[in-house]
């Protein structure tokens, strides 16, 4: 049986961290005696909320190709990665377990792909949309978490946040430096950055500290 090391509680069933305070539990999983069939409803709200974020994502893109005056393949691009992007969040939501650490992760992956890319084409809608787009997506999403999940969310993903934190003021270096063509996006981003930020100093200071000493002596 696995066990709360801070709540001295024990726990059946497969679980990694406590439902009462969110700490990793320690010892060997164990069934439980009456699986519960876990219900479909939260999954399927999920799946709607992603695919309304992902038609709205793409009306953005479209508008913000309009205002730039892109040609029509970036757009199109654009728009063929956002619903890759929802067919694998889908499938995390489906078939993963934790959602969330997958989820930061395709963050920070398809920000290195788009960085990348861009570092070897010079296309400046790149720097200019989703680069920042992409970072903006990711500030939002974490600020949400936090607010709503706070000390349980920062215990387990402090790294990541830290890590959307320093790349959302990328795109705005990009900006200064003068590599974009259309900089709205790049001071978004900068301000969600902004935003995240402050949200963990207000919310889950303490909780924040503490992850990052052990981020430190790990």
Same mark, same amino acid.
């Given at each position: 049986?696995q066990?709360c090391p801070?709540?001295?509680?024990?726990?059946?069933?497969?679980?990694?961290?406590?439902?009462?305070?969110?700490?990793?539990?320690?010892?060997?999983?164990?069934?439980?005696?009456?699986?519960?069939?876990?219900?479909?409803?939260?999954?399927?709200?999920?799946? =709607?909320?992603?695919? @309304? $974020?992902?038609? #709205?994502?793409?009306v953005?893109?479209? +508008?913000? *190709?309009?205002?730039m005056?892109s /040609?029509?393949?970036?757009?199109?691009?654009?728009?063929?990665?956002?619903?890759?992007n929802?067919?694998?969040?889908?499938?995390?939501?489906?078939?993963?377990p934790?959602t969330?650490?997958?989820t930061? =992760?395709?963050?920070? @992956? $398809?920000?290195a #792909?788009?960085?990348?890319?861009?570092? +070897?084409? *010079?296309?400046?809608?790149?720097? /200019?949309?989703?680069?920042?787009?992409?970072?903006?997506?990711?500030?939002?999403?974490n600020?949400v978490?936090v607010?709503?999940?706070?000390?349980?969310f920062?215990?387990?993903?402090?790294?990541?946040?830290l890590?959307d934190?320093?790349?959302?003021?990328?795109?705005l270096?990009l900006?200064? +430096?003068?590599?974009?063509?259309?900089?709205?996006l790049?001071?978004?981003?900068?301000i969600?950055?902004?935003?995240?930020?402050?949200t963990?100093?207000?919310l889950?200071?303490?909780?924040?500290?503490a992850?990052?000493r052990?981020?430190?002596?790990a």
């Amino acid at each position: 049986m696995q066990s709360c090391p801070d709540c001295k509680v024990g726990f059946t069933g497969d679980l990694r961290r406590c439902p009462l305070c969110g700490a990793s539990l320690e010892g060997s999983p164990t069934p439980e005696a009456f699986p519960v069939r876990k219900a479909q409803a939260p999954r399927k709200a999920a799946r =709607r909320a992603l695919w @309304a $974020i992902t038609l #709205i994502c793409m009306v953005c893109a479209v +508008a913000a *190709g309009w205002m730039m005056g892109s /040609s029509p393949w970036p757009v199109a691009f654009t728009c063929v990665a956002l619903l890759v992007n929802y067919l694998f969040l889908r499938n995390v939501v489906v078939h993963r377990p934790d959602t969330l650490r997958v989820t930061e =992760r395709w963050f920070l @992956a $398809i920000i290195a #792909i788009a960085v990348l890319w861009w570092l +070897a084409t *010079g296309v400046p809608w790149l720097a /200019s949309l989703v680069i920042p787009f992409i970072c903006l997506v990711a500030l939002v999403a974490n600020t949400v978490l936090v607010a709503a999940l706070r000390d349980t969310f920062v215990q387990g993903y402090a790294k990541y946040l830290l890590y959307d934190v320093v790349l959302g003021f990328v795109p705005l270096v990009l900006a200064l +430096a003068g590599w974009v063509s259309w900089p709205w996006l790049c001071y978004a981003s900068a301000i969600a950055a902004g935003l995240l930020a402050i949200t963990l100093l207000l919310l889950a200071r303490r909780q924040l500290a503490a992850e990052v000493r052990k981020l430190l002596t790990a």
